[in-house]
């Protein structure tokens, strides 16, 4: 009994390591896109980091589960995420070009309470009153960092706020697959279909991409596809409602990125809104997973 203890003490700290480096391999390829957006579209700056690291994931793919990971039978549904994920791609790129990146990171945190009201309508969940009201305090903690109406209003706000909800139902359309699918088929298409859906309207915007930039872009699908793989991987070693909050840790890379390159510091509004959403969101995710136990 003691080993079992151990052995199961022992994936659950590797789970909060995996997601700590996950979370930062997010954060530092945020950083990446907003040093890119001020001198390429949103658009190209999605289809050209994909197209660098589709090859990587499929051969990571192939390594860890063969063949096999490139066949579906949920094709439509894959089909359907990525373009999700392109449009909270795009929009959040979209946001980048005015917010500082710790502004952004705290309003994409706002997609729990998205995908918890949600849920009702597009799957026919219930939602207990607690879990609306954690809803409920993470909109004011949203409303808290935009300040709608007031004279700090950025209108980029709207394109993050946008990207929470498009990844809330790119969230949601995960329960749409079969159990069965596995996790690296997932990022395949992931990484795929964007790329496919972004090629038109990339070629209407093109640019050429300046040498110096270049290695951004790498690095942009390096650590893109490293960090989706690696928050994957946690989830797969311990419970949701251990791995999940950790995921806020990326509101502390965010801060220390943006303050390394382009000397942003966190605004109070900021950080009370932040700690809001946070609190919002590790509420929901505690009582869904307690919800999911007694099932």
Request: with cysteine.
């Amino acid at each position: 009994m003691r080993q079992g203890t151990e052995i199961e003490g022992g994936r659950t700290r590797l789970a909060i390591l995996t997601i700590c480096g996950g979370v930062a391999f997010l954060a530092t390829n945020d950083a990446l896109a907003k040093l890119l957006v001020n001198r390429y579209d949103p658009i190209q700056i999605v289809f050209f980091r994909n197209l660098i690291a589709l090859p990587m994931v499929a051969a990571m793919v192939l390594y860890m589960v063969g063949t096999c990971g490139f066949r579906t039978r949920n094709l439509p549904i894959h089909a359907l995420r990525g373009l999700l994920m392109l449009g909270g791609a795009y929009t959040f790129f979209k946001g980048l070009e005015a917010l500082a990146l710790a502004e952004a990171t705290a309003l994409v945190f706002s997609a729990p309470i998205f995908i918890t009201a949600l849920s009702v309508p597009l799957l026919g969940e219930a939602v207990g009153w607690r879990r609306w009201l954690a809803v409920l305090v993470g909109f004011i903690g949203v409303l808290i960092i935009v300040r709608p109406g007031g004279a700090t209003f950025q209108p980029a706000s709207l394109y993050v706020l946008s990207t929470a909800i498009l990844y809330a139902l790119f969230m949601i359309s995960a329960r749409m697959l079969d159990r069965r699918e596995s996790m690296w088929t997932m990022m395949l298409f992931v990484m795929f279909f964007p790329m496919l859906y972004a090629a038109p309207f990339a070629a209407t915007v093109w640019v050429p991409v300046l040498a110096s930039d270049l290695p951004f872009f790498v690095a942009q699908a390096v650590f893109g596809a490293l960090g989706i793989t690696l928050i994957g991987q946690a989830f797969r070693l311990a419970p949701a409602a251990i791995v999940a909050p950790f995921d806020y840790t990326a509101l502390i890379w965010a801060s220390l990125l943006g303050w390394l390159i382009w000397g942003d510091t966190p605004g109070i509004w900021t950080l009370a809104g932040a700690s809001v959403i946070v609190l919002s969101g590790i509420y929901i995710v505690y009582r869904e997973s307690r919800q999911t136990a007694a099932t």
